[in-house]
């Protein structure tokens, strides 16, 4: 007797070599059928993965479970894209990845970068005001282990599962900074991550800083905005430092506030088709001046390219992370959901930045004359 499941499986496995047979019959001789060369390494090539499956739970050394194994066939073929932004999400791990994009969750508070030369967690910077950042944690420490765990970047998912947990309990993190490891407790709370904040300064210039795009930014980001023309703003410093990107929608929208009627983006999927995301005639009609940094990615990129090359404004501090890729989120119906890079994008002067970044305007390298230095540049433009 064989079991339900792998009943299904053969069922499945008939229906499709009927209809590859079917669809692609060329000649049958007696009793055999003749098919396309492709066709039958396509076959070939499943068949050994439903014969492998037999065999390592025949001979695997302890009791193997059916859907592990099958989830790790999934990733696998994702594996094998080697793009570190694609990848295939357990129904566990899919919850987690919407809870990065709700604002809300409970864990230390980090942003994290999923490429990584040596293949440890890079953190993009803790998020302020979060235990990560009460910690000590900075911009640019590894992640050698979770809880005496090894992590990688591969399995970056899994680490942030591990380091997320019941607010209040705390997570033994080993980092490495300087060629150096030591370990840090982090506890565990509520993250409920405000991304916008702003302030006047010097009566007439507006500050605004963006730490995420996520669900909730452009709805903060409209309030604050509205805020700052009520009361006359001359000029604004956006400050997309350390900020890791997220949701193309939101990015559109606050570049829709700011930018006046233009190119946002384009981008170019596989087949070489082309979308332009274009912006209305509404914009903020002042200087402006985005400071970056290494930690400014993706939806971040985006935005400071749409305002330097449509130019209302300029880039000031160092050269940007360098993310010219686009991935589509979708969730199956079974509740688990992959992320796949489906297209590259380039700024509206055709440039792709992918690895290479965005170089600003004026360069400067000191974090604390970067804010300085762009208010020195909206005076100039205000005279």
Known sequence: ?????????????????????????????????????????????YNKLVGLEGLVKKDFYKKTSENKLVDGAIKGLFSGLEDPYSQYYTKAEFERLKEQTSGAYVGIGIYISPTSDDN?????????????????????????KVNNKTVTAKKS??????????????????????????????????????????????????????????????REF????????????????????????????????IADELIGEGTIVYTKDNKGNTEYLKS?????????????????????EILTAAIVDNKEGVAIGTTTFGKGLVQSVRELKDGTGYKLTTAQYFTPNGDYINGKGIKPNIEQKDEEKQLNTAIDWIKEQIK
């Open 222 to 253: 409209k309030e604050v905005i509205d805020n700052l023309k009520e009361k006359q703003i001359k000029g604004l410093a956006l400050d997309l430092r350390d900020n890791p990107g997220g949701l193309l929608d939101v990015c559109k929208e």
């Open 280 to 300: 209305n005639k509404q914009k903020l009609g002042v200087p402006i001046a985005i400071l970056i940094n290494g930690g400014s990615a993706s939806a971040s």
């Open 157 to 218: 998912d899994e680490a942030i599962g591990m380091m997320k947990g019941k607010a209040g309990t705390e997570v033994n993190l080993t980092l490495k900074r300087d060629n150096k490891e030591f370990d840090v407790k982090v506890k565990r709370e509520e993250i409920v991550s405000k991304s916008v904040e702003s302030k006047v300064i010097d009566e007439n210039i507006g500050y605004i800083k963006i730490t995420s795009f996520n669900e909730n930014t452009y």
């Open 120 to 144: 440890l967690i890079t953190i993009i910077a803790p998020i302020e005001g979060s235990p990560a950042e009460k910690s000590g944690i900075k911009a640019g420490d590894k992640i050698v």
């Open 1 to 45: 007797m064989i079991s339900k499941k792998k009943a299904i499986i053969y069922s499945i496995v008939l229906v499709v070599v009927t209809a590859m047979i079917t669809s692609t019959l060329q000649i049958t001789v007696g009793n055999k059928v003749v098919m396309s060369r492709d066709m039958y390494e396509s076959y070939a090539k």
